[in-house]
């Protein structure tokens, strides 16, 4: 089993006490999902979960960064996504809890994402 492939199967693990968790690759990385909205990310073998204004200030205490990567352009930040302190994984209660927070902070985001116009059908 390839070293990706190992840090997902223990994060499902970990996280399995939450409910139905799904990991989908994509964009070279590993997403994953609860109730069908993405609320973390798996990118070279790292673990970032989903911020807003209700959990930002803990990984900002923990000394953590937002998910960046590099293009022909420059860098590129994407702020709704940050590390997970790596000590976390050592304790699952609180891990858990930080996976809880990013769920709840991801299932607000979508919910306030308009919806997309439907498509109607030639007449």
Not at 5 to 18: D, F, G, N, R, S
Not at 28 to 52: C, D, N, P, S, W
Request: charged share 25%; hydrophobic share 40%.
């Amino acid at each position: 089993m390839r070293a990706p492939e190992k840090l997902t199967t223990y994060l499902l693990e970990l996280l399995a006490p939450l409910g139905p968790i799904s990991a989908r690759r994509m964009f070279g990385g590993v997403g994953l999902f609860h109730g069908g909205t993405m609320f973390g990310l798996i990118a070279r073998e790292e673990l970032y979960f989903k911020v807003g204004d209700a959990n930002r200030p803990a990984y900002e205490a923990a000394g953590e960064a937002p998910f960046s990567y590099d293009t022909k352009l420059g860098t590129h930040t994407l702020g709704s996504y940050w590390h997970c302190p790596p000590e976390l994984l050592d304790d699952a209660e609180t891990f858990q809890a930080w996976a809880r927070q990013a769920i709840e902070v991801a299932a607000v985001a979508a919910r306030a994402k308009p919806k997309a116009a439907r498509k109607r059908g030639a007449s």
